[in-house]
């Protein structure tokens, strides 16, 4: 055998058998008829025994790969049901990722030894993933910061679909002067000499720090494979083996999905994708929709790459944009395009998405959803959903399930919890999105991220915040009545992200028949402690029968990448997620890394002290129990 060798299992000479076992593992199925195992069999990507070793000992062949899980816990393989992977592809090997990373001390470190590699012409960005909140010093890098750690590189910082931070050369290189006009809803921020800062605002829309982003170079050719190759290895990393693309802005159709299709046609996927058609061009998106439904049929594809319709955005005045920072957008009358893109997308069989966070918003659209259910469209069998319904009300929810829609959520507040309380409250905080309400209801509900650009990639950030309600900066903003147990939490990641995508029948579930995706995990996710939770991987991930990553003990079975290019590329010396120790194991370094974030705190106090922002006075130590 060409695994790890297992006493016990014998290879037989068998017309059936298997392409990959895997052992002594503590099987989570997620299927009721049997929902735990301890070993498993797959033979052409699909699983054929799921069972104990006696299960599958006359499976074993003389070419079958056979894995001791250790007992491990093994799960379903996650399906995020909202990540733009594509075009985080695209841009992976690119980007400095600060996902993860416990200071800014230690970000603004990273990013000065980034820009001293980055060769000129080349910018340092640093795109999604991140929230001040997660940081000891709770706070962004200031202008200063990132002229400091590099004069010369162009450097942008992108922080939620808040702001961004650019240095004088990114400035420069964007082209940005006093003359600049502000884009439409959003701002330049100026100074007394009316000339750019380095700060851009939302306000509330994106659309200024997407346009700006979208001026730095962009990879070409065969470097494009191999940075959507190492972004789909860092999500297998966490036992990702579906996902669910949502398009995007600046995600044209069909050129930056090329790259997705040349490497299905090679067999040189690791994750499955379903992916979404968005329209680009305002005033233009009935003549994009109409033009795709003339080429292309929702489920076009097989179970590696399929179409799964239109959205997030069918029109692009229906979009409201969810700055938590800025108040909620007031949208003007968008109804009689949109009522046209829906009639089209329903009459043609085409299931969509919908980008909708407030719940006037959805309030709005059901309006339209429920002119057409009079003329039969609705519900029809065609699969749709709301995205984000951070506010969602119950009666929005309840004319969602008369409609025949379903629902996908993601966590965004965990990394905007603190900026939604202090404009909405606590009160309010406590039920977005509404999830329990969602499920009572017997909505689908599926569960992703929305990475790369808001949350982090890492799904078990998001299986955190389903579970504990809590955000990266360790605030509760989600009490008990609003959360979800973990068999819950791991379902919404898993069979329902499948049935958003007409999959329930082939994967979702570990059961003979469906395809052969799981993980086998560094922790248990069931017993391990609540806050240890976002610090699970996976040890070992499997689509269709196919090792895809392999660490600690199985280091070594999954396939070979090509190198990560270009050679001065973030990813290449960082990484990606920058994986942090367990809480119950981090004591001595998570006090060594708050000693570098007081230090570096005095040190931006003595920085603002010398503008006249701050008292000269030094910080002094107060404790009242020693006052007089």
């Known amino acids: 055998m060409s695994t790890m060798p297992v006493g016990g299992l014998v290879p037989h000479a068998t017309d059936n058998a298997a392409d990959l076992v895997v052992r002594n593992a503590k099987i989570h199925t997620g299927d009721p008829v049997r929902p735990q195992a301890e070993a498993i069999a797959i033979r052409g990507g699909v699983i054929t025994v799921v069972g104990d070793d006696n299960d599958v000992a006359s499976h074993v062949g003389p070419d079958t790969k056979v894995v001791d899980a250790l ?115 959003g701002q330049i921020v100026r100074g007394r000499d009316g000339e750019p800062t380095g700060m851009l605002l939302a306000a509330p829309s994106a659309l200024v720090l997407y346009s700006t982003l979208a001026k730095a170079p962009v990879l070409e050719g065969a470097d494009r494979k191999t940075s959507t190759r190492h972004f789909l290895r860092e999500l297998n990393r966490f036992g990702l083996t579906s996902a669910i693309d949502a398009a995007g802005g600046f995600q044209n159709f069909p050129d930056n999905y090329s790259t997705v299709v040349e490497l299905a046609k090679a067999g040189q996927l690791s994750l499955r994708i379903a992916y979404h058609l968005f329209p680009q061009t305002a005033g233009q998106e009935i003549a994009d929709l109409t033009r795709w439904i003339e080429t292309a049929r929702p489920e076009d594809g097989d179970e590696w790459l399929r179409l799964n319709g239109a959205g997030e955005n069918l029109t692009w005045a229906a979009a409201d944009f969810e700055n938590f920072a800025e108040p909620r957008p007031e949208l003007g009358a968008y109804e009689t395009e949109f009522e046209k893109a829906v009639r089209l997308l329903m009459e043609n069989g085409w299931g969509f998405r919908l980008h909708a966070t407030y719940d006037e918003t959805i309030r709005r659209d059901l309006a339209v959803f429920e002119k057409l259910a009079a003329e039969g469209l609705f519900p029809a069998g065609n699969r749709w959903l709301f995205d984000h319904a951070e506010t969602a009300s119950a009666d929005s929810l309840d004319r969602i399930a008369a409609l025949g829609g379903a629902m996908s959520v993601q966590n965004r507040l965990a990394f905007q919890g603190e900026a939604f309380v202090r404009r909405y409250g606590p009160g309010a905080a406590a039920d977005a999105p509404p999830i329990r309400a969602m499920l009572e209801r017997g909505l689908t509900v599926g569960a992703g991220t929305d990475a790369t650009r808001v949350s982090t990639y890492n799904p078990w950030v998001a299986l955190h915040w389903l579970v504990t309600g809590r955000t990266v900066g360790d605030l509760v903003v989600r009490p008990p009545h609003n959360r979800v147990d973990r068999r819950t939490a791991l379902a919404m990641f898993t069979a329902a992200g499948a049935a958003l995508t007409g999959e329930e029948g082939t994967k979702g579930v570990l059961r003979p028949g469906f395809l052969g995706d799981l993980a086998v995990l560094s922790e248990d996710y069931f017993t391990v402690s609540e806050p240890d939770i976002a610090h699970i991987e996976s040890l070992l991930t499997v689509v269709g029968g196919r090792i895809v990553y392999a660490t600690a003990e199985y280091e070594g079975l999954d396939e070979e990448l090509p190198p990560v290019s270009p050679e001065w590329s973030p990813v290449a010396h960082f990484g990606g997620y920058q994986a942090t120790p367990r809480t119950g194991l981090a004591g001595a370094r998570q006090a060594e890394l708050l000693g570098q974030a007081v230090a570096e705190s005095e040190q931006h106090r003595q920085w603002r002290a010398r503008r006249g922002l701050a008292p000269e006075t030094e910080s002094t130590f107060f404790d009242p129990c020693f006052s007089l």
């Open 71 to 185: 007992g491990r816990r093994m799960v379903p393989g996650l399906n995020d049901a909202h990540l733009h992977v594509i075009r985080g592809g695209l841009n992976y090997v690119l980007e400095l990722r600060w996902d993860g990373v416990p200071t800014l001390r230690q970000g603004l470190a990273m990013l000065r030894e980034q820009a001293a590699r980055t060769p000129r012409g080349q910018w340092v960005r640093v795109v999604g993933g991140w929230s001040a909140e997660q940081f000891a010093e709770r706070r962004l890098p200031t202008v200063a910061e990132l002229n400091a750690a590099a004069p010369d590189t162009p450097v942008f910082v992108l922080h939620l679909y808040q702001s961004a931070v650019l240095n004088r050369a990114a400035l420069k290189a964007a082209g940005y002067t006093r003359d600049t006009p502000d884009l439409r809803g």
